[in-house]
Nanobody
Framework: QVQLVESGGGLVQPGGSLALSCAAS????????LAWFRQAPGKEREAVSC????????YYSDAAKGRFTMSRDNAKYTVSLQMNTLRPEDTAVYFC???????????WGQGTQVTVSS
């Protein structure tokens, strides 16, 4: 059974940091691209970052570039998203996803809420 379980969300003040983590199981992790998406209230889900199975440099959205860092650990079957200098507009539910290649996701986690507010 495929599972992607996110953790690390919460409430943080503007300018603060959060580290999200996603634990995967039930599929051959090394062979899959991993991605982080987010969905804010009333908005469509958008890609935040993605890293291919060969672990080359991740892709980042313009909103994430320079502030977020994505990494994967193929030994531990985990993928992380370090988010720094958070802004209120980063408030969203963040999802972990896996697919054959970036932006063609087959599996999704249940999401974790990130709220940036003073």
């Amino acid at each position: 059974q495929v599972q992607l379980v996110e953790s690390g969300g919460g409430l943080v003040q503007p300018g603060g940091s959060l580290a999200l983590s996603c634990a995967a199981s039930g599929f051959t992790f090394d062979n899959y691209a991993l991605a982080w998406f987010r969905q804010a209230p009333g908005k469509e889900r958008e890609a935040v970052s993605c890293i291919e199975s060969d672990d080359e440099d991740p892709y980042y959205s313009d909103a994430a570039k320079g502030r977020f860092t994505m990494s994967r650990d193929n030994a531990k079957y985990t993928v992380s998203l370090q988010m720094n200098t958070l802004r209120p507009e980063d408030t969203a539910v963040y999802f972990c996803a896996a697919g054959d290649v970036c932006l063609s996701e087959d599996y999704w986690g249940q999401g974790t809420q990130v709220t940036v507010s003073s």
